[in-house]
């Protein structure tokens, strides 16, 4: 069997270091994502001689276009896939409940909750179907703790934390490995989306300690993916090391 992994939300962040990482190791990868154009640049970036790098073009919120991107993969690449990272996701606002803007609750649960469902409705059959596979879904400290203003944030990312111990009661029988991937702060484009394009806001989230990078997370998940058929890492915490808890660092701010 071939070593394919499909990583959603590969535009930015995490997805796309992930995507690095994967291709770097001679995986094949099926990249997914809303901005076209980010896709159709790395797909040119990673794809060689010997590795195939497919796209899907689709937004995790919409069932319809994500079981029609999935159906739309050729046969050999799915019978080869073994890997799917439920990456995409996002915090949009930060603040009291009765100040927020009813949208952004709707964006993060449908993305983060409601999104992951959808995709992985979508490829758990492809790889039940292959007889073994793995899942690795992004959560958060943000699903392990909360925070003031982290509100429905938190909620949907210990939703992803719930879903993840779920779905390895689901596939244990199968040989599908879970894995739940929990990060503290990293700089991404993640806090200048959650800002609304705010930068100043979002650079002031990093300043004063050294936080993770995507490639950190990037390396964990390849970690976690290439562990022994008998070894799964169910759930991994990952922290800069000047963060203690979701709301406790050591910052060095003059
Ligand atoms: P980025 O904003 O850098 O990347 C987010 C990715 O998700 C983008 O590729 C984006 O692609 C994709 N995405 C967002 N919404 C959708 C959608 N509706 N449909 C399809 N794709 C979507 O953030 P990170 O890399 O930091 O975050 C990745 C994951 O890690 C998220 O689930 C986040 O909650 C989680 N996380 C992040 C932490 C951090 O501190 N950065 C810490 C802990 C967890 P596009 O816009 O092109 O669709
Ligand atoms: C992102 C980390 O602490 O900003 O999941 O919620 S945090």
Not at 28 to 55: M, W
Not at 85 to 91: E, K, T, Y
């Amino acid at each position: 069997m071939g070593k394919v992994a499909l990583i959603t939300g590969a535009t930015a962040g995490f997805g796309e270091a992930t995507a690095i990482r994967f291709a770097n190791e001679g995986w094949d990868l099926i990249l997914t994502g809303r901005r076209l154009d980010r896709l159709k640049n790395l797909q040119q970036q990673l794809k060689t001689a010997s590795n195939r790098v497919e796209i899907l073009n689709f937004d995790v919120r919409n069932e319809t276009e994500v079981i029609a991107a999935i159906s739309s993969l050729s046969e050999d690449l799915v019978g080869d896939l073994t890997v799917l990272v439920n990456n995409a996701g996002l915090a949009v606002g930060r603040g009291p409940m009765d100040e927020a803007v009813t949208d952004d609750w709707e964006r993060m649960i449908d993305t983060n909750i409601k999104g992951l469902l959808y995709v992985s409705k979508a490829v758990i059959p492809l790889l039940k179907a292959n007889g073994s596979g793995h899942i690795v879904n992004l959560a958060s400290i943000a699903g392990k703790e909360v925070y003031a203003g982290g509100n429905v944030y938190c909620a949907t990312k210990h939703a992803v934390d719930a879903l993840s111990r779920s779905m390895r009661l689901d596939l244990v029988n199968f040989g599908i490995k879970v894995s739940n991937i929990a990060p503290g702060a990293a700089e991404t484009e993640f806090s200048i989306v959650r800002f609304k394009g705010d930068e100043e806001t979002a650079n002031s989230v990093y300043r004063g300690f050294e936080p993770l990078k995507a490639q950190d997370i990037a390396d964990a998940i390849f970690y976690v993916c290439n562990c022994p058929p008998h070894v799964t890492i169910s759930d991994l915490v990952i922290m800069p090391t000047a963060q203690a808890s979701s709301t406790v660092f050591n910052k060095k701010i003059d």
